[in-house]
Nanobody, 123 residues
Framework: QVELVESGGGLVQAGGSLRLSCAASGNILNIYLMGWYRQAPGKRRELVAAISGGGLTNYPDSVKGRFTISRDNAKNTVTLQMNSLKPEDTGVYYC?????????????????WGQGTQVTVSS
């Protein structure tokens, strides 16, 4: 059983910073792409940052230069440092990872989601 658990959300004023963390646990053999998504009320879930197993990163223009994603492969964690936050960054942030795990009949590779953590940026 693989699980992603996020932490670090909260309320911050515009211009402030927050750091989100996500830890993967379970019978993990390998973690491929990891990322953070967010969903604002009434909007679709969107990617805010992604990082490959080798450390290549990808950001949409809306957060580029303000958000930084990093990962610790030894600890199976991914972190999102968010600076210069804006009210439009408000939403529920979800950790996402593509993971190969060990199961009773062999291995399984699939995408997993965390439970989400609320980020609210006040103006």
């Amino acid at each position: 059983q693989v699980e992603l658990v996020e932490s670090g959300g909260g309320l911050v004023q515009a211009g402030g910073s927050l750091r989100l963390s996500c830890a993967a646990s379970g019978n993990i053999l390998n973690i491929y792409l990891m990322g953070w998504y967010r969903q604002a009320p009434g909007k679709r879930r969107e990617l805010v940052a992604a990082i490959s197993g080798g450390g290549l990163t990808n950001y949409p223009d809306s957060v580029k230069g303000r958000f930084t994603i990093s990962r610790d492969n030894a600890k199976n964690t991914v972190t999102l440092q968010m600076n210069s936050l804006k009210p439009e960054d408000t939403g529920v942030y979800y950790c996402n990872a593509e993971i190969m795990s060990s199961i009773s009949i062999g291995t399984k590779r699939r995408e997993y989601w965390g439970q989400g953590t609320q980020v609210t940026v006040s103006s």
